[in-house]
């Protein structure tokens, strides 16, 4: 399932900041060196909501390109932060809105891999992947690597899959 814009591998991965992500990260951009591919680092922006006396309410004001402008800058400092400002392999950034799992699946469904990371447990003792990792995992159209935050993972460098489709 290569991108079929001009037959380069293209992996896509779930930057949202937390380690996990950092490590899946890390892990895309080694296998794009060995498939002579490219990665692709995606991270989604919502308007957020508040509660107030009436339910669930939009923001008083909605400054959109406030935080689409966020949104690139923390994808930018996790991007540097996980494969430094030069990395081995083509890494491009996209910031897009919507739900983190929607965004995702529309940005893999040419990619020949989704990377997503998972901060585990969370609330529910029972899950062992995030809502998102869950969700992607279930309805991708390619192959998906699951990073586990905390997770003991196997490589030379303590990153490594903790699971996928």
Same mark, same amino acid.
């Given at each position: 399932?290569?991108?079929?814009?001009?037959?380069?591998?293209?992996?896509? &991965?779930?930057?949202?900041?937390?380690?996990?992500?950092?490590?899946?990260?890390?892990?895309?951009?080694?296998?794009? =060196?060995?498939?002579?591919?490219?990665?692709?680092? &995606?991270?989604?922006?919502?308007?957020?909501?508040?509660?107030?006396?009436?339910?669930?309410?939009?923001?008083?004001?909605?400054?959109? =390109?406030?935080? =689409?402008?966020?949104?690139?800058?923390?994808?930018?400092?996790?991007?540097? =932060? @996980?494969?430094?400002?030069?990395?081995?392999?083509?890494?491009?950034?996209? &910031?897009?809105?919507?739900?983190?799992?929607?965004?995702?699946?529309?940005?893999?469904?040419?990619?020949?891999?989704?990377? &997503? $990371?998972?901060?585990?447990? $969370?609330?529910?003792?029972?899950?062992?992947?995030?809502?998102?990792?869950?969700?992607? @995992?279930?309805? @991708?159209?390619?192959?998906?690597?699951?990073?586990?935050?905390?997770?003991?993972? @196997?490589? $030379?460098?303590?990153?490594?899959?903790?699971?996928?489709?």
């Amino acid at each position: 399932m290569a991108d079929q814009r001009d037959g380069t591998d293209r992996i896509v &991965v779930g930057v949202d900041g937390w380690d996990s992500s950092k490590q899946a990260l890390r892990w895309a951009v080694r296998q794009a =060196e060995l498939t002579r591919g490219e990665v692709l680092a &995606v991270t989604a922006w919502d308007m957020p909501q508040f509660h107030g006396a009436l339910g669930w309410l939009p923001p008083s004001s909605s400054d959109e =390109e406030a935080l =689409e402008g966020r949104a690139r800058d923390d994808l930018k400092r996790a991007v540097e =932060e @996980a494969v430094g400002s030069r990395p081995p392999v083509e890494v491009r950034t996209e &910031v897009h809105y919507g739900t983190p799992a929607s965004v995702l699946l529309r940005m893999a469904r040419d990619a020949s891999l989704l990377v &997503v $990371g998972s901060r585990g447990l $969370g609330g529910f003792a029972g899950l062992l992947l995030g809502s998102v990792a869950q969700h992607c @995992a279930q309805h @991708a159209a390619c192959p998906v690597v699951v990073f586990r935050e905390g997770g003991d993972h @196997a490589g $030379g460098d303590g990153d490594g899959p903790r699971g996928g489709q």
